[in-house]
């Protein structure tokens, strides 16, 4: 479920909420009553490989790696 992030124009309240995203945006801060705003924020994305990729420069970045350097 993803989480989003809000912050309030009354209070400056920031939070995050989970919530599905099929869900309404929530529109008042519970705290003092003031309009709430959906933050733009980044998300992460999750892939998956065959092989991981080591940190830049790194030449061991787990026991037995055997990953390309």
Known sequence: M???EY???GCGREFEVSQKMS???LTVCE???GKLTKKVSLGAI???SAAPSCPAGTKSCCPGCTHNH
Request: aromatic fraction near 6%.
């Open 31 to 33: 705290a003092c009553g």
């Open 7 to 9: 912050v309030c124009a």
């Open 23 to 25: 869900d309404a945006p």
């Open 2 to 4: 993803p989480i989003y």
């Open 46 to 48: 999750v892939t998956k």
